[in-house]
């Protein structure tokens, strides 16, 4: 069976990054490359990320390479919602949705 998740520091373009591989929910496996200042730093990242995926998962981590547009799009589709009215209470949606 596979690891899950993996961390290893990496020189790329002369410059030292630590690097995790993970896999997602959907079982695509994903990677994660952060900047490090030394060895010691780049480890303390890859607990760092290791960490974060195991308390909140890989969405969270996800979430954190959102772009603007992406979180626009999720926040319309799941949040924005028009008003519902019983008996002129309102119970769902969004009293400012236009």
Do not use: C
Not at 25 to 37: M, S, V
Not at 87 to 97: P, V
């Amino acid at each position: 069976m596979p690891r899950n998740k993996e961390g290893s520091t990496r020189i790329k373009n002369g410059k030292l990054y630590a690097r995790v591989t993970y896999q997602d929910d959907n079982g695509k496996t994903k990677e994660i490359w952060r900047k490090a200042e030394n060895r010691t730093h780049a480890k303390e990242l890859i607990k760092e990320i290791l960490r974060t995926i195991d308390d909140y998962g890989s969405k969270y981590v996800q979430s954190e390479q959102m772009t603007f547009q992406e979180l626009a799009s999720y926040y319309i589709d799941n949040y924005l919602q028009p008003p519902e009215y019983i008996e002129n209470r309102k119970f769902a949606g969004l009293r400012s949705y236009e």
